[in-house]
Nanobody, 118 residues
């Protein structure tokens, strides 16, 4: 069984910064990709940023230039640095991991609330 444990999130004013972290634990043979998605009530969950085992990153157009995703392979951890936050970034952020455990499987974290408001 694989677990994704998220930390970070909270309330921040527009223009501020937050850092989200996600640590994967359990029986993981290798990581295919890890990243973050977000969801607001009434809308579909959407990609924020992902990073593959090869180091390729992908960002939503709405966060490019403001968010940076990084990883620590030794700790099976990814970090999302969020700068210049906007009210429209308000959402529940979910960590996502695609692993070989063996066999390809996808896992989600429990979600962490990010609220951008003055």
């Amino acid at each position: 069984q694989v677990q994704l444990v998220e930390s970070g999130g909270g309330l921040v004013q527009p223009g501020g910064s937050l850092r989200l972290s996600c640590a994967a634990s359990g029986r993981i043979f290798s990581i295919a990709a890890m990243g973050w998605y977000r969801q607001v009530p009434g809308k579909q969950r959407e990609l924020v940023a992902t990073i593959t085992s090869g180091g390729n990153t992908r960002y939503a157009d709405s966060v490019k230039g403001r968010f940076t995703l990084s990883r620590d392979n030794t700790k099976n951890t990814v970090n999302l640095q969020m700068n210049s936050l906007k009210p429209e970034d308000t959402a529940v952020y979910y960590c996502n991991g695609k692993f070989y455990v063996p066999g390809y499987s996808e896992y989600w974290g429990q979600g962490t609330q990010v609220t951008v408001s003055s």
